[in-house]
């Protein structure tokens, strides 16, 4: 299985691959390649030409600036996981990292190229949504954010221009206090999800929850935001009963069906799932 | 630079020069290949092996500037200026084993050896970064390969004994 | 010294391999270097059946770096055959089921080799084979062995009359008579499916003709180096001795390299063809389209039994998909209906078997042939009966295990070679005794108790099996000593991974006093010597290992009879030591080299004994009875209500393979066998959708166990030795898969008491566990949901 040809194109400023990117018919931009090389190794994928983004130092940082964690969309996932500033801020996402791949996946792979690739079931995405994350795309025309919610246009398919690139990812961190889980259920460590869970929660000081997000990989064409289960945990108190609510949401969400998989079987995990992780989180947020 | 057209250069073989355990090394390969064909084909390097070309076996891990990566999932081109360390720099210069060969031996940790160089490489990423890992995380680190033959129990023992001996134990 | 320690029986000698294979310089078929090799691509079918109605290689041939493009009738000057030898001749088979060489009229499976692209590189040979362009007539495909076998079904290949390659009953007995006569009886149907072997090497082979010798070299990845040089010279119409097969390092073989393919005829044929060495490397889409595999069988059986659970009768059937051609005999099914009984004394058996004929690559054996596939459905069935009568499920398989005052036994059911089945010597009820000891069966009740505290449900289970290993008739040794002094072990017998070259090393070795790794061991080679059976049943260490062992006393006897003649003193005062033959106080002594160099011949002189010269015997060890490998495995499985998650949180394999050559070795044998029985359990499933299309192709899709999925794999060895060869040893290399689909599978059941699941299948996703538990109406967890949607018809998981 040996990739097609392919022209190569090496750009070591975001400008100049903003330019190959918009004059070259067909390109694509290599970036962890975690996942474009198998698809090239198994001729799935005929670009005419690879932009590798990988010798553009000023795509890969992580950084605390105003009230943002900012990450360059070349970060590799490990410096992720061995991130300071992300085990102190955002600990769901340090939860959520250790389940990427294995440790050779996340020494190459990057937080915008698993943005980009957009597998619903990947831990990147998930955590994006969860958190609302911010976007930053650029192209020769300039730089426009968008929003983690409006960045899938479909299944696998990041709402970007074919000459627009990856270049930031800014994500708010939640108060100190917040309780946090991920948990996520595979056939074997290492594995994609079939499904996974994402859980914040914030209590205020009358001891009711204040801030809820409940969010499901896998389930369906992009990551979900159980808006309809995080309503039905605000200003409650996240008890027993309350839980079971928000669990009996998940368990009727929308899901796909697909040779592997059923639909049911897919619901069934984000209730179980969502029920464990909560208990987890309200128990973090020192409740419970 | 801006071009109007790919010209068809841009897909022809280049020269790479990459530091391949402790040597500098030169070659010449198209874009397309990939780091683990270059190393065995053009550098005559085949102690790391293609079990699956996808990225899952985990056959094709060698150590790119000290992390394991595997050699399927990244182009030669990428590897240009960069520190490999492969299967077949592992042992001391003089031939003597590294606790990991020295374990694996005699506890019985590979049958074929196919998968075995890749399990080595990130063994010892393991062991740089952790003298005194657990069995847990041994076992994590393992799952980034497949190995058919052993059934995996003599490979956690071995890699706990090399860590102990690197200790000093 | 006892009688193994005389035979170099019993120690864990590190092994020869390793240095190579530690250190990168081992010599896989695609790290061989020869000069300037070709690289070949195959052009492969995408359709699983279909006429080809033409063939355009043009464009191919035009591409860059292409040397040639070959399709059958361009080989046809090459070769006196176009189809396959078969594997294993049974005067029962029809002349029309072996593969072609290259298909040329009709393709039977998606992955089919119709053409091969020549090339530099192989990138070059994948872009040239994407331009073949082939005109095909799509034809009526054939998935489901089961539709298979009806009456109406399309044929799988237009060739044929009938879909069913074979269709007979084994039976001895009155089972009309037990079934009407039983306390009780009950009928069950099972999915069994074995899937794939994935050896992490993929099969490879590298053919190079020397002109100045006329020899061409042919290197392949294989299990049977000598059947493969008989297939080559004859395919070919290659003499004999102009043809060399050797075995390169084998990075495993489980089966799937114990074969002879299509692909180690055309690679060869090329080769002399344009007189360049050619290479092949098999690559993993490959691997999964074209290996050989097990796949499926569906059984339905009854059992009936007495009220206390002993067995009187099973009755019933099964169907075998066995893929478009049969390269290599129908033994995987045979084996299955033969084998049903296993350790048990089953007094009536009636059980029809269908091989059937699919458009999926062919079947053949995979580690366990075969009785994987029996050794589930038996051990269901007898937890089945045991949960019916509500007696303890060890108990009820205590009373129907063959005793050992039955011991030998021999089994109503013959071979296929018509040779009757004795199991030679076992134990096994102490097998069991000691399985149900090691995992602490009477203190299961408690665990069961505490993980029900955690919302975690615990289960137990055993399994029994027993193999007859050292299949013959045959293995060859030649054991030299080389005027140099090194002492040389050729071999018929293949390396892949077990360590059979320190096995025979070690077993050589102790006959001269010196270390194994003193003893340099060419296995697969046909050079060195002129005939062998190869690595396949479980047979090495039996068959090669004696013939070695036969060898070397051989030698060494002769070596210390011309030292005798010529120190003039009597054998009776020489020992052999340290490669030197002496006596006790050295007085008089010589070493093995000297004697090897004086009994080459010096013309003139007449050698020292009037023997054939040389230090140098050939055995071949005949063994046509084999003696049979039990096995007995116990397993812990916690589950998951909610998710249908398992985790196997302890594992036991007690075997009894006779005396145990090198420990070390063994158990890595049994780790290895049972995390391949893991696999098949609970992973592993090659999924075909209803028009043959292969939907699991890669290792994402088909999944193997790895190191986070299994447990450390507990081994005891609890021999009965043998006497059926001089070792006393016994097979060891599938002994431990047997069992293990059947142990898991019985745990996760048990962990489930009280939900009414019966499990009769594997492999058994997390998904399959919940539809039986809902459909059993035995969901308690708080997220039961109503009864989910089927999984697709046709496509079976």
């Known amino acids: 299985m040996k990739a097609p040809a392919f022209a190569y194109l090496a750009p070591t400023t975001v400008e100049q691959a903003l330019g190959y990117l918009h004059e070259v018919e067909g390109a694509r931009v290599l970036a962890g390649g975690q996942s474009l090389m198998s698809m090239l190794n198994m001729r799935y994928a005929f670009p005419d030409c690879l932009i590798d983004i990988n010798r553009i130092p000023a795509l890969s940082y992580i950084r605390e600036s105003g009230n943002l964690v900012e990450f360059g969309s070349m970060t590799r996932q490990r410096d992720v996981e061995f991130s300071n500033i992300v085990a102190t801020r955002l600990p769901l996402l340090r939860e959520a990292i250790l389940h990427v791949g294995h440790r050779q996946t996340r020494n190459r792979g990057t937080v915008g190229g698993s943005l980009c690739q957009l597998d619903p079931s990947a831990e990147i995405p998930t955590i994006a949504t969860a958190m609302d994350a911010k976007v930053s795309v650029a192209s020769v025309r300039g730089t426009r954010a968008i929003d983690m919610a409006d960045f899938p246009a479909g299944y696998m398919n990041p709402a970007m221009e074919p000459d627009e690139m990856l270049v930031s990812i800014g994500i708010e961190p939640w108060p100190q206090g917040h309780g946090h889980a991920f948990l996520e259920f595979s056939r074997r460590h290492g594995d994609f999800a079939i499904v996974s869970t994402a859980v914040l929660l914030l209590f205020g000081e009358d001891g009711l929850l204040s801030r809820v997000s409940i969010t499901l990989g896998g389930i369906a064409a992009a990551p979900v935001r159980v808006t309809l289960a995080e309503n039905v945990l605000l200003q409650t108190r996240g008890t027993q009963r309350d839980v079971e609510r928000a669990v009996a949401i998940c368990l009727a969400v929308d899901s796909t069906s697909d040779t592997y998989i059923p639909a049911w079987y897919r619901q069934r995990l984000a209730g179980a799932l969502t029920g464990r992780a909560l208990n987890i989180a309200l128990k973090r947020a020192g409740k419970q | 630079m801006s071009i109007s057209n790919p010209i068809p250069d841009l897909s022809a073989a280049r020269p790479i020069t990459l530091v391949v355990n402790g040597k500098t090394c030169n070659g010449h390969a198209e874009p397309r290949v990939n780091l683990v064909d270059f190393l065995r084909g053009e550098l005559h390097l085949t102690g790391t092996h293609v079990g699956c070309e996808h990225g899952v076996c985990g056959a094709c891990t060698v150590l790119v500037d000290g992390v394991s990566t595997r050699g399927c999932l990244m182009l030669a081109v990428q590897a240009d200026g960069t520190n490999i360390c492969t299967i077949e720099g592992l042992s001391d210069p003089d031939g003597a084993f590294h606790p990991l060969q020295k374990a694996f031996h005699e506890l019985h940790a590979l049958q074929c050896g196919f998968c075995t160089p890749g399990i080595l490489m990130s063994a010892a990423e393991l062991l740089a970064s952790n003298n005194d890992p657990g069995e847990d995380a041994v076992r994590e680190v393992l799952s980034g390969h497949l190995c058919r033959c052993t059934g995996y129990t003599n490979i956690v023992t071995a890699i706990l004994r090399a860590a102990a001996i690197m200790r000093g134990e | ?797």
Not at chain 3, 293 to 299: F, H, L, P, T, V
Not at chain 3, 566 to 589: F, M, N
Request: proline share 6%; glycine share 8%; hydrophobic share 45%.
């Open chain 3, 1 to 797: 010294m006892s009688l193994n320690q005389n035979l170099g029986i019993g120690e864990s000698h590190f092994r020869q391999e390793d240095e190579a294979l530690l250190t990168g310089n081992a010599r896989f078929l695609d790290d061989i270097q020869v000069p300037a090799p070709l690289q070949a691509c195959f052009v492969r079918s995408p359709h699983a059946h279909a006429r080809i109605l033409g063939m355009n290689l043009d464009a191919a041939r035009a591409m860059p770096g292409v040397v040639a493009v070959y399709a059958a009738a361009d080989l046809f000057g090459e070769l006196t055959y176009w189809r396959m030898p078969l594997g294993f001749p049974l005067a029962a088979l029809p002349d029309n089921t072996t593969p072609f060489v290259l298909a040329s009229d009709e393709v039977a499976f998606v992955g089919e080799a119709m053409a091969v692209v020549i090339a530099q590189t192989r990138s070059q040979a994948e872009d040239a084979a994407a331009l073949v362009q082939i005109e095909y007539e799509l034809l009526q495909v054939v998935s489901d062995c089961r539709k298979a076998v009806e009456t109406a079904s399309p044929t799988v290949r237009t060739e044929l009359d009938s879909n069913v390659l074979q269709d007979y009953t084994l039976s001895y007995g009155d089972c009309d008579h037990a079934f009407r006569n039983a306390g009780h009886t009950f009928t069950e149907s099972f999915w069994v499916h074995r899937g794939c072997a994935h050896p992490m090497e993929g099969r490879g082979v590298l053919a190079a003709l020397d002109p100045s010798t006329e020899m061409l070299t042919l290197w392949s990845s294989t299990q049977m180096s000598h059947e493969l040089h008989y297939a080559v010279a004859l395919m070919l119409g290659q003499p004999e001795d102009k043809l060399r097969v050797i075995t390169p390092d084998v990075g495993g073989g489980f089966g799937a390299k114990y074969m002879i393919y299509p692909e180690e005829v055309v690679i060869p044929a090329v080769a002399r063809k344009l007189g360049r060495a050619v290479k092949w490397v098999e690559d993993r889409r490959e691997n999964f389209l074209t290996s050989i595999q097990e796949r499926d069988q569906y059984w339905t059986v009854s059992v009936a039994a007495d009220r206390e659970g002993r067995l009187l009768a099973i009755k019933g059937g099964f169907v075998h998909d066995h893929g478009a051609y049969t390269p290599q005999g129908t033994n995987v099914a045979y084996n299955a209906a033969s084998s049903l009984t296993g350790p048990y004394i089953v007094p009536a058996f009636d059980l029809n078997v269908k091989v059937a004929y699919t458009n999926k690559v062919p079947v053949a054996t995979i580690r366990g042939a075969g009785y994987p596939q029996a050794t589930f459905v038996m051990e269901r069935l007898l937890d089945r009966l045991a949960a019916d009568l509500g007696v303890d499920a060890v108990e009820c398989r205590m009373r129907n295990l063959i005793p050992p005052e039955k011991i030998p036994y021999t089994k109503p059911l013959k071979s296929r070679a018509g040779v009757p089945l004795t199991v030679d010597s076992a134990d096994f009820p102490a097998l069991l005794q000691t399985a149900t000891r090691a995992i602490d069966y009477p203190g299961f009740a408690a665990r069961r108790e505490a993980a029900a505290k955690r919302h975690v449900l615990l289960g137990v289970a055993f399994a029994n099996s027993v193999k007859p290993t050292g299949r013959g008739p045959f293995e060859s040794a030649r054991v030299r000593v080389q005027p140099s002094g090194r002492i040389s072990i050729y071999t018929g017998a293949t390396a892949m991974g077990q360590g059979i070259k320190t096995t025979l090393a070690q077993l050589c070795a102790v006959h001269f006093g010196l270390p194994p790794d003193a003893i340099d061991v060419i296995a697969g080679d046909t050079s060195f010597i002129g005939y062998g059976m190869g690595g396949f049943a479980s047979r090495q260490s039996i068959m090669a290992g004696t013939a070695v062992s036969n060898a070397a006393i051989k030698v060494s006897r002769k070596a210390i009879a011309a030292a005798a003649v010529i120190l003039k003193v009597d054998e009776s005062i020489l020992q052999l030591s340290h490669g030197e033959v002496h006596t006790a106080g050295y007085e008089h002594r010589i070493s093995l080299a000297r004697l090897a160099m004086l009994l080459k011949g010096v013309p003139g002189y007449a050698l020292p004994l009037t023997t054939d010269p040389g230090l140098d015997e050939t055995v071949h060890f005949h063994c046509d009875v084999q003696t049979f490998s039990g096995a007995s495995h116990a397993c812990e499985v916690e589950v998951d209500p909610q998710t249908g998650g398992i985790k196997i949180v302890r594992y036991v394999a007690v075997q009894d393979s006779g005396n145990i050559i090198n420990p070390q070795l063994a158990r890595g044998q049994v780790h290895g066998g049972v995390v391949h029985g893991i696999g098949n359990a609970v992973f592993e499933w090659m999924g075909y959708d209803e028009n043959a299309q292969p939907l699991t192709t890669t290792f994402a899709e088909y999944l193997l166990p790895t190191a986070t999925e299994v447990p450390e794999i507990e081994v005891i060895f609890a021999p009965s030795p043998t006497t059926l060869n001089p070792l006393g040893v016994k097979g060891i290399g599938e002994a431990a898969t047997i069992p293990v689909a059947a142990a898991v599978i019985g745990a996760v059941e048990n962990a489930l008491t009280g939900c009414g699941v019966r499990i009769c299948e594997f492999p058994l996703t997390p998904v399959k566990l919940l539809e039986l538990i809902i459909a059993a109406g035995g969901d308690h967890s708080p997220l039961a949901a109503s009864v989910p949607e089927r999984t697709e018809d046709g496509i079976h998981q």
